[in-house]
C-alpha cells in the first residue's frame, strides 16, 4: 500500500484478555519495527524485523509480548493477559533499508486496557 | 546505553524562529533524525542528517550537528500555528539502525 497500515486503530479491551495488534508496511519494505508510545513519554523500541534475519526481540517488556511477522510482509503483535499498565499507543514503521533514511510510521493503535 | 534527551516544552510566536535541542549519547550514530507528530497522529519524517555533516537545510528547516558535543539541533524559520506540535529527535546505530528517540518536545506557537 502506499503507507504503513495499522489495525485496529482503537481498542479497548479488559484487564486479563489477551489482544492483537496488526501492521501492513509499505510493500517491498525488508524493515518492520514495533514501539510503544504511553501518555506522555517518547517512543520505547519493542521489536525488529529484518528480512528472514531473527528478530530483535530486546525491546519486549516481558513474557506477555510476542511478534510474528509472516511471509516478510504483515507483522502481529500479541500482548497476553493484558495489565492496565500495556495501555498506550502501539506505532508499527517499516522501512525499505535498514534504518537508512528513516522510516515511514503508521498512524498507531491506542489500546486501552480496563 | 543509547540516550537521547531533549527539553520538554518551547513556546514561540508566531514569525519567530524556533531552535528545538536535543543531546545523544551514542557516538557511534550514524543518522540522526527529526520527527513532527500532530495530535491524535503518527510521526512524521522532517529530516534527517548524517552523522558526517555539520549542517541541512531544507526550506524553513535546519539541522545542525556537532558531533564533538553530540549536539543536534532543529531550527525552524518563520514558525506557523500549523508547526505547533510534538518534535522528536532520533539516532540509529547500526546493527540495525533502530530508532532511539528522545521524550519529544512540546512546541506551542502563539498567534
Known amino acids: 500500500g502506499a503507507g504503513v497500515s495499522q489495525s485496529p486503530s482503537n481498542k479497548v479491551t479488559e484487564k486479563g484478555k489477551d489482544v492483537e495488534l496488526r501492521c501492513d508496511p509499505i510493500?517491498?519494505?525488508?524493515?518492520l519495527y514495533w514501539y510503544r508510545q504511553s501518555l506522555g513519554q517518547g517512543l520505547e523500541f519493542l521489536i525488529y524485523?529484518?528480512?528472514?534475519?531473527?528478530?530483535?526481540k530486546s525491546g519486549l517488556p516481558s513474557d506477555r509480548f510476542s511478534a510474528e511477522r509472516t511471509g516478510g510482509s504483515v507483522s502481529t503483535l500479541t500482548i497476553q493477559r493484558t495489565q492496565q499498565e500495556d495501555s498506550a499507543v502501539y506505532l508499527c514503521?517499516?522501512?525499505?533499508?535498514?534504518?537508512?533514511?528513516?522510516?515511514?510510521f503508521g498512524s498507531g493503535t491506542r489500546l486501552t486496557i480496563v | 546505553g543509547e540516550d537521547v534527551e531533549q527539553s520538554l516544552f518551547l513556546s514561540v510566536r508566531e514569525g519567530d524562529s524556533s531552535v528545538i535541542n536535543c543531546t545523544y549519547t551514542?557516538?557511534?550514530?550514524?543518522?540522526l533524525y527529526w520527527y513532527k507528530q500532530e495530535p491524535g497522529a503518527g510521526l512524521q519524517l522532517l529530516t534527517y542528517?548524517?552523522?558526517?555533516?555539520d549542517m541541512k537545510q531544507d526550506q524553513r528547516l535546519t539541522v545542525l550537528l556537532n558531533k564533538k558535543d553530540k549536539h543536534l539541533s532543529l531550527r525552524i524559520a518563520d514558525t506557523q500555528t500549523g508547526d505547533s506540535a510534538i518534535y522528536f529527535c532520533?539516532?540509529?546505530?547500526?546493527?540495525?539502525?533502530?530508532?532511539?528517540f528522545g521524550a519529544g518536545t512540546i512546541l506551542r506557537v502563539k498567534s
Open positions: 532520533a539516532e540509529s546505530t547500526p546493527p540495525g539502525n533502530k530508532l532511539v
Open positions: 551514542d557516538s557511534s550514530s550514524t543518522y
Open positions: 542528517i548524517f552523522s558526517n555533516m
Open positions: 510493500s517491498g519494505h525488508t524493515a
Open positions: 524485523f529484518q528480512g528472514n534475519s531473527a528478530p530483535d
Open positions: 514503521a517499516s522501512s525499505s533499508r535498514q534504518g537508512a533514511r528513516g522510516y515511514t
